[in-house]
């Protein structure tokens, strides 16, 4: 029997190939997404499981909460003294370890690397789970000037050489020291959310000297509880320690406007990973678990929808299986054997989807890779749980595409199907609702494409204040109190024939605290020097700018942005003075006002900005305004002024326009994974009305021979045809329609400049899903129209 089941379903798979092809492809697409989300999914709540002592390990949480200024954040990070504090005063507290990434020039012979670099304490090794190739874990960062190296950055610098014992330079403080290589540790797990390359002991930092100051949080510090120990209770524990020690510290910086609340807390270790409450932190790498949710909701519609066409199209082909089924009623088949001839069958095409599904996932896992910005690999599915989930998945898709169609085609009624008088029962009002669902989610889909698109090119054209073509940003590493060398930089690049301007500022970003016209707000404060807004080319609306012609610029003078007008409200800020800045009592004059520009992304609103010009404070990135002809050259003639004045230093510079392109890889990678789920989308559901549109023309086949005979035209007939599915579809909009009003509203709401939600979208939306189901059932529907209609009055 099994036999005889088998050789019927290969034959019918052959017999109607284009059917049996469609419903192949459409569930190894639904089932390949699956896979790849399956991968993804594992991969995010594997984070950190590697770890012997995660249930014991906690991070160490700082909510900083200033009224005033109406901040509330909550920092994974803390100063050099809260660890060692911690465990002397708090029993739970087993062991602590401090890690924070830094950056370094490093010399290896000749040669020159820009490399990163992890502090960590020398128990490092005793808490977290990485495995030491060679070497003690409990002695490799012992030594302040040692360093354990991944086997994979070992090779880069030492090849096959065996590199303990070896030295490598790194520059600290403008100078360069060695360092000996004291272990070897391979390369950190994808799933970690500690990662590092290189490693420096800790020691290293305490010998410059502890710093002891509460309010200074720079270090990721993780704390190593007692397993009996309760979390909160510790945490409570934590806040009494920092009321005691810094007590003296809180109250002078009360005398300088401090007004913000430090509450500690921990973090479980293995909750880092998909936890968005704590915002910053030096462990970067964080994910948002939003982003499971969304891919999963998509991979499970897109199975869902092919699912559906599966069960569309097996009913659509049950009137050329009517005589067979028939037959087999009439010689005493029973239902049950029907049934589960029909499931079989259906396993079958799935096992056969799921083969290919497997070869599609290991296809296009690369760009998957890419748009997640992840390493999966297929050798993932050989994880047993994983592997049972997949089983489960291929059982339960199996049984949800066959179930139906099986429960259909063994009800025929034998009678009516031997004299080709079968008719489906009924309106088919569940295929044509599942057809409405699968429209809904596709015009959902196109909706949010179009407005990810549009918010996409938005943020990537609009006006930020500033032109930012042909502007190059050098970094002076490690320089930046060296006025001798920026004054000889800045003579030489001036020089060059293809740079139109110089400007210096500040290297990196500093937001603090200040207060102007009785008012306490957060500002970004920005050293630059007279020549930086004009290369720039941001205008100065009110006032002037800097200038060497008013030496008193660099000690009392500030220029400010409209924003920070705004915040102090003043009507004319031109002469007011700024109070209070960076902990600091201070009188600076207001002597310039500058329009509001995005120095940063358009992710961030534009805050009160305060420029100095302070010959004493640091200065170490150049912004060079570049000739548009012969870029290439003039970026040459550059690098060789870098190397001449800093020959031991990598060439460390960026075009600004590609900086600000930087910006939006998140939502560009997301604009690219919702427009293939938009397009799988409406591929497999125009395979699903396909097969609808089939049905109902089988169905009146004769109706349709009779409306030619009477003399209906092709168009007629085709409009005859037609107009119930479009009726479909226009239903599906008024479904699709409010919800993804809703949901890109709620998205667009994350962005401070965003598109207005405009129902041109919608409509352009509704449009094309309208046109696309229209080509497909209009392929049918002229076929219908334009049969011989005496072969079409002969169905019975």
Known sequence: MLRSYLKIALRN????????????????????CCLLIFLYTKDELSYDRFQQKSKQLYLVTCRIINKEEGRDTKYGMAGMIEGPSFKKQIPEVKEFVRVREDRFVLKKGTETFDQKAVWADENFFQIFSFPLIAGDPKKV????????????????????????????????????????????????????SVKFDMLLSFKYQEAKGVDDNWLFLSYSTFLLLDPRADAGAVAMKMNKVFETSSKEQIAEARKHGFAAQFIWGVQPFLKMHLDTEVERSSIKDSSKPIYSYILSGIAFFILLIACINFVNLTVAQSLKRSKEIGLRKVV????????????????????????LAIVLAGAILPLFNELANKRLSLSYLLDLPLAASFVGLFLLTGFAAGFYPALVLSGFNPVETLYNRMHTSGKNYLSKGLVVVQFALATFLIIATLFVYSQYDYLTHMDLGYNDKNLLSV?????SRNRDLLRQFESEFTALSGVRSVGMKMDGRWVTGARAGGKSFDVDYDNINENYLPTLGVPVILGRNFSKDFPSDSTH???????????????DPIGKTLDFINGKDVKMIVVGVVKDYHYTSLKEKIIPQVFFADNSD???????RLQP????????????????????????????????????????????????????????????????????????TKEIGIRKVLGASIW???????????????FAFLIAIPAAWYATSRWLENFPYRIPVNGWVFAIAALLTLLVAALTVGFHALRAAGANPVKSLRTE
């Open 332 to 355: 005493g088949g029973m239902r049950g054997q029907l049934i589960r001839q029909f499931m079989g069958e259906s396993f079958l095409l799935c096992f056969i989807a799921f083969a």
């Open 475 to 479: 970094n002076i590493t490690g320089q």
């Open 716 to 730: 007629q007939i085709s409009g005859l045809v037609s107009k119930n599915f479009i009726g479909l579809v226009i």
């Open 618 to 624: 640091v200065l170490g990135r150049f912004l060079l």
């Open 141 to 192: 960062l012992s030594d302040p000037h040692s360093v354990v190296l991944t086997d994979e950055t070992a090779k880069k610098y030492f090849g096959s050489t065996n590199p303990v014992g070896k030295t490598l330079e790194l520059e600290i403080n403008k100078k360069f020291e060695s360092f000996i290589v004291s272990g070897i540790a391979r390369r950190s797990p994808e799933n970690s």
């Open 557 to 571: 003078s500030v220029v400010v942005n409209e924003s920070f007008v705004s915040a102090a409200g003043w009507k």
């Open 13 to 32: 798979l052959f017999r109607n190939k284009v059917f049996s092809f469609i419903n192949i492809v459409g569930l190894s697409i639904g089932l390949a």
């Open 629 to 700: 002809d012969n870029t290439a050259r003039t970026l040459k003639a550059i690098e060789g002024v870098y190397q001449t004045l800093l020959p031991w230093h990598p060439f460390q510079h960026s075009f600004v326009e590609e900086a600000n392109l930087k910006n939006y890889d998140a939502e560009g990678k997301w604009k690219q994974i919702i427009t293939y789920s938009a397009i799988l989308t409406i591929f497999i559901s125009c395979i699903g009305l396909f097969g609808l549109a089939m049905l109902s023309i089988r169905k009146r």
